[in-house]
């Protein structure tokens, strides 16, 4: 069977680190893309992160939300969008924590918004399931309710939900990786929002033909990552001499992946998924907090050593290592066993943790 091609891209969240590492990724990738570009610009997501794109004539950014019905609907008709990906999410587990609504708000009920939109447009207009028509979809004239004039629907179309490893809950020591038939067992009020916003592509597939496809992914680090996540933390402390904070005892496990590798991993999944499948995409990179640290604490002592750049008689950047309050119902460990995407679909990561670190820490200087 042909890979599926994808022309016009509804990406949402692409003015965030993952989503604008992506939308680089698809415009440099293949020529025939074209992507619109809709992101709310909460506290997360910068236009900053859209200067210098591979191809500006094939990007339009769209400041909206995912949850305004009315905004997808047009975007989908008025670009003959025939791929959504979907990355737009609060993305913050300590934030969760602090105030949980706008999670279940835009996690859950903006991938429904979406979901809905999606499913209205695929049908040509129609908005009950009805009957079949012969390619498995609704058929479109069966319903008086739709919001949506009739139009024509896409010939093909996919809708790729981008989602996490956290939706597993947590791991002890010597337990197996998750894979795709692991339970969902979400600790926090973001991964419980994940786990929700990902029962509910699942269900627009098995319920009404939605063609969709989900990626769960390990911890992303790279360019454009936020400055309230892990890694960068760790290089701004360095930067500006202060503590660097590491929550509870440093002894949490978290499995790594640059995000240019995850990028490669969802086109993959795009063009030769199946829908309805979901895919674990993972670096197979297990490293502790602390060690963490401590590594990228000695590229920063190697490229911007300490006694040149600060007037402390500090030697070495690990002497900013700070214990500090663990984050309530912190996980322990994940891992993510990606051998579906390697035996299906031909994918494996090309950085190591430690050419992808160096890159960061490389890239996250030079800005
Ligand atoms: P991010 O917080 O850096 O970016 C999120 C983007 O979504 C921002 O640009 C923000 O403005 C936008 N957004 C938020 N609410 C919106 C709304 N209501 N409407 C439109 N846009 C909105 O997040 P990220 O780290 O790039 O994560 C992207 C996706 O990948 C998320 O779905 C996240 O759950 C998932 N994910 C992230 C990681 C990771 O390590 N960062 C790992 C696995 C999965
Ligand atoms: O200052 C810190 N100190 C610290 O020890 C911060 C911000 C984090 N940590 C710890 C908590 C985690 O064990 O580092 C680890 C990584 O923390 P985050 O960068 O906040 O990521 P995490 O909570 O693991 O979630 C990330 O990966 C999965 C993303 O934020 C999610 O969106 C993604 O789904």
Redesign the pocket.
Known sequence: MSDYRPVNMLVTGGAGFIGCNFVRYMLASDADVRVINLDKLTYAGSTDNLKELPDQSRHIFVEGDICDRPLIDRLLREHHIDTIVHFA?E????NSIAGPEVFVQTNVMGTFTLLEAARQYWMGGASDAGCETTDGRPDAVTSHQSPVTSHDAPASFRFHHI????VYGTLSQGDPAFSEATAYAPN?P??AS?AGSDHLVRAWFHTYGLPVTTTN????YGPYQHG????P??IRSCLEGKPI????D?S?I?DWLYVEDHCAGIDAVIRRGVPGEVYNIGGINEWT?LNICKLICRLMDEFHPPATHHQSPMTSYESLITF?KD?PG??WR?AIDAAKMGNTLGWQPAETFESGIRKTVRWYLDV
């Open positions: 999410a993305s913050h587990v300590d989602s996490t490893d956290e926090s973001y991964s994940k992914c390990s911890n992303n309230e996540k892990f890694i933390t760790v904070p590491v929550y509870g440093g949490n978290r907090n500090v984050r912190h996980d994940y």
